[in-house]
């Protein structure tokens, strides 16, 4: 069957690890949105993202590239599959620019020690404030950094 979702229509036996424009979309008809798919993994790999990985980064993502994009991150949401995540950014803000704050966020918050440098990790703040791993968001948020890092240089 044929679907209008995007990402459905890539060969994800053949993606690899990355930082991909998903789609662009017009709100009221002229002002973009664009969708950007972080690969953190090959989806043919199989291996995936924990739970709990997936649940740090979320936490440190949506608030750190908040800081680094002000005012442009609509949204920054897991994948289903976990292989990665989905970041919506409004207005002209070019890709390499999205690129340079995701790496950046990714360099800033791969050493991380407690819970409590997680923001937004509190009873009061989650749904599942217990489900996190700060072992293995430093290590994803490390070798994600480290891609971008090599995509940026070419």
Not at 31 to 52: G, H, V
Request: charge should be positive; glycine fraction near 6%.
């Amino acid at each position: 069957m044929k679907s209008k979702v995007a990402s459905f229509s890539v060969d994800h036996t053949t993606l690899d690890r990355g930082f991909y424009l998903r789609s662009t979309y017009k709100a009221l008809g002229f002002y973009p949105l664009r969708s950007y798919d972080m690969r953190f993994r090959a989806p043919r790999e199989k291996e995936y993202l924990t739970p709990e990985t997936i649940h740090t980064v979320e936490h440190l993502m949506a608030h750190f590239l908040r800081e680094k994009l002000p005012g442009k991150v609509v949204s920054f949401a897991p994948m289903g599959c976990k292989t990665g995540f989905y970041l919506i950014v409004k207005g002209w803000t070019s890709q390499r620019k999205v690129m340079e704050a995701v790496a950046e966020v990714c360099r800033e918050q791969s050493h991380l020690r407690v819970k409590n440098e997680v923001p937004g990790l509190t009873v009061e703040q989650c749904g599942n404030p217990e489900l996190y791993d700060i072992e293995g968001s430093n290590a994803a948020l490390a070798e994600y950094g480290a891609l971008l890092e090599e995509l940026l240089a070419k």
